[in-house]
């Protein structure tokens, strides 16, 4: 007699369903749309990769071109310490796919960190030819200076016009710096009451700018303060912090520091960490939010006063001035005039742009 057969317990996990993942039930094109939307308004690359790790259709999809071409410019602010072979590789792929954020940090990059001067310019030019502020204000600079070349590679009216340019697209730095040329004749015919107007406009555009930043913030009320314009001459020293700008300093008003973007801070942390190193007698440009590096010997402006510190522009100058050198500038009696052909000398505190490169924006509205 056959013994009966025994039932097989089914064990728990086989009793329950399989889970479907939703994600999965989703069409490619979908969840591109999904991805590009989270890389254009992503606030660190940390956002992308976090994504990328989590499964293989999903790090195929992340690098797919018109995820790419969508990218924000915070999703490129990679630090110095974590440049990689990767990272760059990344950034040639975001550049192939049409990203004009990703062509001027790359050009930034090879131009000033890797020395790649040719590469550089290309790739700042092609973010330029379509219209990218950064970049164009970027170009202009290095045409102001004669950047990676001698100092009769300066093209003056080429910085002008690449700054009215980016102004007209409202790139701020531009705008300053066109009121300076305009104000003082640097490369355009002097013309002080528009210079001054377009500085008052600069000042007026951050101002709305680190107003809209607050209206969106929660401690609103502690990013913006008003100060006693009647006391500022005998206690400015002590009650700026270096956390507060004096935009309108004429008017009063003092609001948090303007954020840097991550191409600049990508150059300061380079050289300041010790990645990169300056060639002999090169200087960083002193201002906190810029980074840029000479590319020969003298390259930059430096303070009129004290003449220790060292600019690109004379827009960063102006942004040191109220920002930090303010309170540290004394005038020094006597110091080298430190031009290619060397051995002037100039007098502290003499002011004007009339000796050398050196450069006073202490006056009137910066």
């Known amino acids: 007699m056959r013994r009966p057969l025994r039932h097989r317990q089914v064990s728990s996990h086989h009793k329950k369903k399989k889970k479907h993942d939703l994600l999965d039930a989703l069409p490619d094109d979908v969840v591109v749309s999904i991805l590009s939307k989270l890389t254009s308004t992503a606030s660190s690359p940390c956002d992308l990769i976090n994504v990328l790790s989590t499964c293989k259709r999903l790090n195929r999809l992340g690098l797919n071109r018109v995820v790419l071409s969508k990218a924000g410019p915070k999703l490129f602010a990679i630090k110095a310490k974590n440049w990689s072979e990767s990272a760059h590789r990344f950034l040639k792929n975001c550049v192939n796919a049409g990203n004009l954020h990703a062509s001027y940090t790359l050009g930034m990059i090879r131009f000033y960190c890797l020395e790649n001067r040719e590469s550089g310019l290309s790739l700042m030019a092609k973010a330029a030819m379509k219209s990218h502020a950064p ?9 102001f200076n004669g950047s990676g070349g001698t100092k009769g ?12 340019r980016a102004s007209l697209l409202g790139h701020i730095d531009a705008l300053r710096e066109l009121g300076h040329c305009l104000q003082d004749g640097y490369g355009v015919r002097q013309n002080v009451a528009e210079g001054r107007k377009l500085l008052v ?8 700018f680190v107003l809209r930043a607050v209206a969106r913030s929660s401690s609103s009320a502690s990013l913006l303060t008003w100060r006693n314009t009647l006391s500022n001459h005998s206690s400015s020293a002590s009650s700026v912090s270096s956390a507060v700008c004096p935009l309108l300093s004429d008017y009063g008003y003092s ?3 303007p954020e840097v973007q991550p191409a600049n801070w990508f150059l ?24 840029r590096p000479e590319t020969r010997p003298h390259e930059f402006r430096r303070c009129s006063v004290c003449g220790k510190v060292n600019y690109c522009s004379r827009g960063c100058q102006a ?13 020094a009696e006597i110091w080298p005039l430190e031009e290619d ?11 004007g742009d009339g000796v050398g490169n050196d450069v006073d924006v202490r006056n009137g509205v910066v």
């Open 319 to 331: 942004l040191d001035w109220k920002l930090r050198h303010k309170m540290e500038c004394s005038p």
């Open 135 to 143: 970049a164009l204000y970027s170009l202009a600079v290095i045409q």
């Open 341 to 351: 052909g060397g051995g002037a000398v100039v007098v502290g505190g003499g002011g």
């Open 201 to 208: 406009q600069a000042n007026a555009r951050e101002l709305a």
């Open 153 to 164: 590679d300066k093209d003056l009216r080429a910085g002008v016009a690449l700054c009215a």
């Open 255 to 257: 609001v948090a520091v």
């Open 268 to 291: 300061r942390e380079w050289f300041e960490s010790g990645r990169g190193r300056l060639g002999n007698g090169l200087r960083l440009c002193a201002h906190i939010g810029c980074g």
